[in-house]
């Protein structure tokens, strides 16, 4: 029981390291690479604000993956948190 404990726990870290990267990952790839302006004719119409305070458009899809993406993260946080309360309670 004790293997198991831990290899949840390893599980949710690996896991929240991974959903932490991909996040600071899509930022830095909006901040480089989205358009500052918007353009009409790749749909990239939605103003975001990204890293070193820069605004850029992104399509509606995009703007929904880094959403997915952040709200993943706290999922991720909020489980953690309870499960170490959890495993906690019982020692």
């Keep these: 029981m004790v293997r198991l404990k831990k290899g949840i ?7 929240g390291i991974l959903t932490s990267l991909t996040a ?7 901040t ?3 358009p500052d302006s918007p ?4 749909g990239r119409t939605v ?3 990204v890293n070193y305070g820069k605004t ?5 899809g995009e703007k929904r993956r880094l959403k997915a ?8 946080a ?3 948190v309870v499960f170490m309360l959890k495993f906690a309670k019982t020692k």
Aim: net charge negative.
């Design 9 to 15: 726990i390893v599980l949710f870290i690996a896991v």
């Design 24 to 30: 600071i990952g899509l930022r830095q790839y909006y």
């Design 32 to 34: 480089r690479c989205m």
């Design 39 to 42: 353009q009409i004719q790749d």
């Design 47 to 49: 103003p975001i604000d």
């Design 56 to 60: 850029v458009y992104v399509t509606i």
């Design 69 to 76: 993406v952040f709200i993943a993260m706290g999922v991720e």
């Design 78 to 80: 909020v489980a953690y």
